[in-house]
């Protein structure tokens, strides 16, 4: 069952690729700077670059790397190829992380994908930009393939995999520190004392995400020097590259390649809130097939909120530091409010910019992140859950552009954490999905705007 809808994904997915490229046959919006630059790399011209790029240049060696092996030509079409194959690979690299989050089995079969998996992979931001000569397919796929090697322990492996997806996008060295991070929660987790010893492990305090109070996390963190002789041998590969990154920045004088002075680090706290909405949005399926479903899942959310006088003075003093940080931190990004080929133009001029509504919309956004915390804690301790959100502050917190492309990888290693997804909501989520996809493609593919262009994320 699980190789015939992998043979349907992938069929649908080269057939929908050919139509993209007979309808869009020159490169669109960002294509332009990528594809020209590629194909300088085809031709062995690596000392041209064009400095309004800002992401390093793995994706033109991947298209090299293709180029060699498969005598392929550097056209629109076959550079387009480059993002599709990653995409192809996704579901047989989300089926090991699922797998390991959840603690199942990895399938025998390589190439019998999970159908959880499958449906994740047709996540709409992913699927999307797999069709296009961007970074985010590749990128996403590597991080992924990242953390599922250093869950295995090939902790050498997991490091030069993240090393190559700082090729595509230099942020993603923050992900290469998570990947280390969690797969040691999760190896303190489940050791065991070996047979015959008499002295006891050290212990991380870690309970149940659920059941673990403010008091528990402090502990935990206290807890935190006990066990890093156990866990520093583990992170000599991922320092390894923490140094080649430290090394690459002080020869770029930053992060950013190319254009710097419309990619400014800006501090920008509410991206922070519209990831949670982004990821509620898309991921409800998944948030109400927990035990109890969407009643259950709004009772605990509002006793998590208003429970008790503590709770109520708590989620008050959320909102009022919230409400400072919309005011005060609030970016409207030239590129957001003048380029109205995107959806993110519309939902900033017609939300964002309407007074009062930003803040109407903080409960909401608690109401989001509590949502998260009990259905992706419901199987894990308060550490796993909370490194998550601790890795994608360094990620969002300076970005001062609104982009969905943004917040791709932090939804799938979100969304990958959910475990116990009964069937109807699968199918329901696949749905959704489904009906995205059909919309965001045909608008793209069929609508072009007169005189504006095509219209996409």
């Known amino acids: 069952m699980a190789a015939t809808l992998y043979t349907v994904f992938v069929g649908i997915s080269v057939a929908l690729l050919k139509e993209f490229n007979s309808v869009v046959s020159e490169p669109y919006m960002d294509e332009p700077f990528h594809i020209p630059q590629a194909q300088a790399y085809c031709r062995g011209e690596f000392e041209i670059w064009d400095p309004k790029i800002t992401t390093p240049p793995g994706l033109y060696i991947l298209s090299l790397a293709l180029k060699k092996a498969f005598m392929l030509k550097c056209n629109v079409p076959m550079l387009r190829l480059t993002t599709m194959l990653p995409y192809l690979t996704l579901p047989l690299v989300l089926t090991r992380l699922m797998c390991f ?26 699927w999307f930009f797999g069709f296009l000569y961007y970074t985010e397919v590749p990128s996403l796929l590597f991080v992924a393939g990242t953390v599922v090697a250093a869950m295995q322990n090939q902790h050498w492996f997991a490091a030069l995999l993240g090393l190559i997806s700082c090729t595509f996008r230099q942020t993603n ?86 254009d710097k002075s419309n990619h400014i680090p800006s501090l920008h706290i509410p991206q922070v809130y519209y990831f949670f909405a982004f990821s509620t949005a898309f991921g409800w399926p998944a948030l109400i097939s927990g035990d109890g479903g969407i009643f259950g899942l709004a009772r605990e ?72 915390f009990l259905r992706v804690g419901a199987k894990q301790t308060i550490l796993q859950t909370l490194i998550l959100p601790i890795f994608v ?31 109807w909501a699968l199918i329901l989520e696949g749905s959704w999905y489904a009906a995205i996809n059909a919309v965001t493609m045909w608008v793209f593919l069929y609508m072009p705007r007169e005189g504006v262009g095509r219209f996409m994320w």
């Open 393 to 423: 502050l360094p990620t969002l917190l300076p970005t001062p552009l609104l982009e969905p492309r943004y917040f791709l990888i932090p939804y799938i290693l979100l969304r990958s954490q959910v475990a116990d997804m009964p069937t």
């Open 301 to 372: 959310v509002q006793q998590r909120m208003f429970g008790s006088k503590i709770r109520i003075l708590g989620t008050a003093l959320a909102c009022s530091v919230m409400a400072v940080t919309v005011n005060l931190y609030t970016i409207h990004h030239p590129f957001l409010l003048s380029d109205n080929r995107h959806y993110t133009f519309y939902i900033w001029h017609r939300v964002y910019m309407r007074y009062p509504l930003p803040y109407l919309l903080i409960p909401i956004y608690i109401a989001c992140a509590w949502a998260w």
């Open 173 to 258: 060295v923050v992900w290469v520190l998570y990947a280390y991070a969690s797969s040691q929660l999760m190896y303190l987790r489940f050791r065991r004392a070996p047979v015959g010893a008499t002295k006891p492990l050290n212990q991380l305090h870690d309970p149940p995400a659920l059941t673990a109070t403010f008091g528990d996390v402090v502990q935990s963190v206290l807890s935190v020097p006990k066990i890093l002789g156990d866990i520093l041998p583990a992170f000599v590969p991922y320092a390894l590259v923490l140094i080649l990154f430290g090394v690459f920045v002080v020869w770029n004088g930053g992060i950013v390649l190319g």
């Open 101 to 126: 989050h959840q603690r199942e089995r990895i399938p025998a079969r390589l190439l019998s994908p999970t159908v959880d998996a499958l449906v994740l992979s047709a996540f709409p931001i992913a």
